[in-house]
């Protein structure tokens, strides 16, 4: 039976700030088989780890007087976003500020941790990924995403040279590395596949659309929970692409009624069930912000498979 690969969503971004060293260690520490970085670009073009290039909503920029005239909207990729942006900071200027919770009322716990850590550049991701490694013999992979690569282009600051320069600088090179690249934007995957052999991911969120055209230029594809049916995730077997899905998520907010455990949105339900369900269908692996809960009942699920 083939082995499912538990990916640290952002990290262990259930139980610390996402996307900051400490939720990536965490992550690894709790068994991950890879960790999740979302990139986006600061002004002097370096790739740092967020979900999205506005940074008032998981940092403190807001309460800085220094950067109040940053602040500003703007469109991307057809959504209207207000706020300070990575491309107006240089890598300095992200430095001096400090990581915050995004869900300070599902997640009270991670509030603790706010600006206590820094925002990570991916070499710096790459780097505690290689000294994880080393100090526990391991064999944790990267998943970097690249986040709106349209926008960046746009701004003479492209994603997709960078992201294989550093990947192969740290020694992600050769097809059987351990690292996917992933993006919803087809182009970006493309341009890539005409740069390299490793494996890139396809995410779709809303639906599946023709996998035999997605798997000229993709390995995998990384769908969100409603397209990972039984009949999705065949047919993307078929089309010769392995399925991971997001995103399992503990807190009774994300999960469905039925796994819910008594009435607090944040408390923690029945994610194992969920998660099983999941692995039912024969799905590569899955995405988690509890990477702990992934990694015991992907284990469970093996074993048990295993006896039968
Ligand atoms: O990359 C897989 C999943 O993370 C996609 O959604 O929005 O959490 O980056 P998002
Ligand atoms: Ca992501």
């Known amino acids: 039976m083939h082995r499912v690969i ?29 960790v999740e970085p979302d990139l986006v670009m600061t002004k002097d073009g370096v790739l740092i780890a967020r979900h999205e290039p506005e940074i008032g909503g998981t940092t403190n920029v807001a309460e800085l007087p220094q950067f109040a005239s940053r602040r500003r909207s703007q ?6 976003m207000d706020g300070w942006f990575t491309e107006d900071f240089t890598l300095a200027e992200i430095k001096s500020l400090r990581a915050r919770e995004r869900l300070p009322q599902i997640r009270p716990a991670n509030v603790a941790y706010d600006d206590q850590f820094e925002v990570p550049t991916f070499e710096e991701i790459l780097q505690l990924v290689a000294k994880e490694n080393r100090d526990r013999r391991g064999t944790v992979g990267i998943y970097p995403e690249t986040k709106h690569p349209e926008h960046f282009r746009q701004l003479a600051l ?19 590395s351990r690292v996917f690249i992933q993006s919803f934007d087809p182009a970006n995957l493309r341009m890539m596949r005409a740069m390299t052999r490793l494996p890139l991911v396809q995410l779709l969120e809303h ?26 995730v065949r047919a993307a077997r078929a089309a010769g692409l392995a399925v991971h899905v997001w995103t399992f998520r503990a807190e009774n907010k994300f999960l469905p009624a039925e796994l819910r455990i008594g009435p607090s949105m944040s408390a923690h339900g029945k994610l194992e069930e969920e998660i099983d369900r999941y692995l039912a269908r024969g799905i590569d692996g899955f995405f988690t912000d509890h990477p702990a809960i992934g990694v015991h009942t992907r284990d469970a699920w ?4 295993i006896d039968m």
Do not use: C, W
């Open 75 to 80: 469109l991307i990729d057809g959504e209207q």
């Open 302 to 305: 093996a074993q048990k498979n």
């Open 6 to 34: 538990v990916i640290g969503h952002r990290g262990a971004s259930g139980e610390r700030p996402e996307h900051t060293l400490e939720s990536y260690r965490l992550a690894i520490e709790e068994g991950a088989d890879f």
């Open 207 to 232: 639906e599946l659309g023709d996998l035999n055209v997605i798997a000229e230029y993709a390995d995998a594809i990384g769908i969100s929970k409603p397209l990972a049916t039984a009949e999705g």
């Open 158 to 176: 492209p994603q997709e040279g960078l992201v294989l320069q550093m990947l192969a600088r740290h020694g992600y090179a050769e097809p059987g």
